[in-house]
């Protein structure tokens, strides 16, 4: 009897457990479901760490260094008076304000109130003393100061630049990072052994031979950006190239811009994505527009017409360049991407060449003007130690001959080439130049253009871009640039180099890098 009671004792005991259990799984969940219920429409960031990869370094002090890689990651540390935005727009930064007094001089007003990473206030001194040092011309910042004469500092935040001969949007050359003058007191400062200061996002916190690190500046005056989502950067350094796409490769790099167009024979093709811009190596085609034949708009026109330029970027550079249409195609504002051009077509080239009385005849196109007859025959001038120009002119012949257009390649050496430029002895000649960030095209359409070209419009309009600041006006002045140069062909863009940021599939955030900076948006990024 009693072994009966204990038996219904312990089932009665063993249901209540199982109760009890079920009753407490039911609350948690519940409380669970409205823990997650409050949490709906809270951010949650995650704090993380990124890898960067950089290869034949030199120093991270931004005035003395000349590896591109490193002068990008710099923009991170250090800041200049004037920023670049992604579509190559000025937006003020360490400066609140740049007035143009005259030809040659500026004025510009210092924000006083940003602090470097130590805590002291920038001052006016601070930027006369980083023009000092890139006047010395240690670095490749050095090219911007090259017009300034002299610098007044004319207060605590107000400096007066004089410069030597009148900059066409000088204001583009005021993006050099600033070093603290008071930091490097009675330092020699290419010998200091400081680690560098700025007033940017990050901070280094570490610096060794094959690493740095850094860390959020908890005294950067941006507080819309100043919780980023990246605590540290941990920059890893490599002697070669090659070493870093290994460590790529192998998981320990997030991220790095490159040049390389057969980057695929060292990392692959599947495990990372690559944001890739059109780079600042421009070639074109000039003619010299004072020939007795390429005077003709038409026959500029019709060699446009004829040109086939994504045939020859995948024929000669396995599709490794950006077509270029015009000098400011690499995502500037003031151009757009949709901006008309004259396109490829075989038909048209002919017609246009018709159409204003020449005659084909004989294998060639030929016109009767005062009594004598002009016959298409033109002469290509290229560098013929440049093997990939010689192999555009070779493409540029054989398709211009599909139109009827006979062109005769003169390969020279680099002295004779440099010289033939130089006097604009030639017909035409491949030839190009390295973009600016601004926008100035007088190299191109102005006065003393290598085309000998002159349209008495174009020169009153480059004019009057140099002192419009209203965004709609440039924009409306610059459409009627392209205008007149779709119109007028006097050179032929071709292409452009290409940029790629790789980065792993860990990766997260908006990556949208231009030539000035890869690492737009960067508070935003994670790693996952």
Do not use: H
């Not at 924000?111 to 006369?128: E, P, R």
């Not at 604009?424 to 600016?436: E, P, R, W």
């Amino acid at each position: 009897m009693k072994s009966n009671i204990f038996k219904y004792i312990f089932i009665i005991f063993a249901i209540g457990i199982v109760i009890y259990s079920i009753y407490a799984l039911y609350f948690k969940d519940k409380a669970i479901e409205q823990e997650n219920e409050q949490s709906k429409g809270i951010e949650i960031i995650e704090k993380t760490d990124i890898r960067l990869g950089v290869s034949n370094y030199d120093t991270i002090n931004p005035l003395m260094s000349n590896n591109k890689e490193i002068l990008n990651i710099d923009k991170l540390i250090f800041e200049p008076l004037i920023n670049i935005t992604k579509d190559y727009k000025l937006e003020m930064c360490l400066a609140t304000e740049c007035s143009k007094i005259s030809d040659t001089a500026y004025v510009i007003k210092i924000d006083t109130n940003k602090k470097w990473q130590d805590g002291s206030f920038l001052v006016a001194k601070d930027i006369a003393f980083t023009i000092e040092k890139l006047k010395e011309g240690k670095n490749i910042y050095s090219y911007n100061v090259e017009p300034i004469e002299n610098i007044e500092i004319l207060d605590t935040n107000t400096i007066r630049i004089n410069l030597n001969k009148p900059v066409t949007f000088f204001e583009y050359n005021l993006t050099f990072p600033i070093v603290s003058n008071n930091y490097y007191i009675g330092e020699n400062f290419y010998e200091s052994t400081k680690i560098p200061m700025g007033t940017g996002m990050y901070k280094i916190s570490k610096l060794e031979d094959n690493n740095i690190l850094l860390e959020k500046n908890d005294k950067w005056w941006n507080k819309e950006k100043q919780d980023a989502k990246i605590e540290k950067i941990d920059i890893k350094i490599f002697t070669e190239i090659g070493e870093l796409y290994n460590s790529f490769k192998l998981g320990n790099i997030d991220i790095f811009t490159t040049s390389n167009s057969n980057l695929e024979n060292y990392i692959g093709t599947i495990g990372y994505a690559k944001c890739e811009y059109g780079g600042r190596e421009f070639d074109y085609l000039a003619f010299n527009c004072e020939d007795n034949i390429l005077k003709n708009v038409e026959v500029r026109k019709a060699i446009a017409y004829g040109l086939d330029k994504t045939a020859l970027i995948t024929s000669v550079y396995n599709n490794n360049k950006y077509t270029s249409n015009f000098p400011i195609d690499y995502g500037n504002y003031l151009y757009k991407e949709n901006q008309v051009s004259l396109g490829y077509n075989e038909e048209q080239a002919k017609k246009v060449l018709e159409e204003n009385g020449w005659i084909y005849k004989n294998n060639r196109w030929q016109k009767q003007e005062n009594y004598r007859t002009n016959r298409i025959s033109l002469n290509l001038t290229v560098n013929k130690e440049n093997e990939n120009r010689v192999k555009v002119a070779e493409f540029i012949k054989q398709e211009l001959g599909k139109i009827g257009i006979t062109i005769n390649i003169n390969k020279v050496t680099k002295a004779s080439y440099d010289t033939i430029l130089q006097n604009k002895n030639y017909q035409m000649i491949l030839t190009g130049v390295y973009n600016s960030y601004s926008p100035n095209v007088e190299t191109f359409l102005g006065n003393g253009n290598l085309q000998n070209y002159n349209n008495e419009e174009l020169n009153t309009i480059i004019t009057d871009v140099k002192n419009i600041k209203d965004e709609n006006l440039l924009k409306e002045k610059y459409n009627r640039i392209i205008e007149i140069y779709n119109n007028d062909i006097p050179f032929i863009s071709l292409y452009r180099n290409k940029v790629a940021v790789v980065r792993s599939q860990n990766l997260a955030g908006e990556i949208t890098p231009n030539n000035y900076f890869s690492y737009y948006n960067f508070y935003s990024w994670s790693r996952m």
